[in-house]
């Protein structure tokens, strides 16, 4: 594996650990290397605020650099500076943690999100979610023209995370034609257990899925009947916000 994919991985990892952290031989065992390649990357890593090494116990964190090129990429973002405003109210109205996942060609990636799931499961800057399994994924695969959808199917992993994780592409497809008529995903802890979701696409100028917005919480708290009476709001939302983009009336 080139050095790109061991330094993809190993972020991956301090991600995935990102409030204790890791040392050198954990994310070595977990990823399957070498300690001393692990060690010589880190040190790369370290020399450029990559990552950070907490001196009293040598376990490795995600550093601040990363900080600086997500600011500057939301910075020039207008879907990000365009639905700001209507995810704040949201968030206000529906007392939902709420977020806009932008498409990336093999997931989706949160480029803004609101409130927090009292759970241990939350939702974060940058989290990727997955075009099969997540909510704001699927009603984004349910957009993309259906050539390159099949594509997709033969490139991304369709990974099971749950029981109720679909991972048959002609259920997806069945899945899918729903999408298509309500515009709306519904997820009943199909990522992660016990956590529901609803999500509804957002198009730009040239009528291209680009993204979706998306409610999220636990199963208790969105039950299916209080998910479909706020999908309706979220989905007038989502239809405001890609009116602007296919004017081009960014703020």
């Known amino acids: 594996m080139p ?9 991956q990892v301090l991600q995935k650990y990102s409030q204790v952290g890791a040392s050198n031989k954990e994310i070595s065992e977990e990823l399957h290397l070498p300690p001393s390649t692990c060690s010589r990357i880190l040190s790369a890593l370290r020399k450029y605020d990559f990552v950070y090494k907490r001196p009293s116990d040598s376990r490795y964190f995600l550093g601040f650099a990363h900080l600086r090129f997500a600011q500057s990429l939301l910075a020039t973002s207008d879907e990000v500076s365009l639905c700001r405003p209507y995810i704040d109210e949201l968030h206000r109205k529906l007392q939902e943690t709420v977020f806009y996942a932008k498409y990336s060609g093999t997931h989706c990636v949160v480029i803004d999100v609101r409130g927090a799931i009292n759970t241990r499961i939350s939702v974060g800057l940058g989290e990727l979610m997955p075009l099969h399994s997540s909510a704001s994924g699927k009603v984004v695969l349910a957009f993309v023209p259906k050539y390159e959808r099949m594509k997709l199917y033969k490139k991304i992993p369709l990974d099971r995370y749950t029981n109720q994780t679909p991972v048959d592409v002609d259920l997806l497809e069945q899945q899918i034609e729903e999408i298509q008529r309500s515009h709306l995903c519904y997820n009943y802890s199909e990522f992660h257990e016990g956590i529901n979701a609803v999500a509804a696409p957002v198009f730009n100028r040239f009528g291209s899925v680009v993204g979706a ?8 708290r969105l039950t299916d009947e209080v998910m479909r009476e706020k999908g309706k709001v979220l989905l007038s939302t989502s239809k405001e916000i890609s009116e602007r983009l296919i004017r081009g009336d960014f703020p």
């Open 3 to 11: 050095d790109i994919g061991k330094i993809h991985n190993i972020l």
């Open 213 to 220: 917005l998306a409610i999220v919480g636990t199963s208790a």
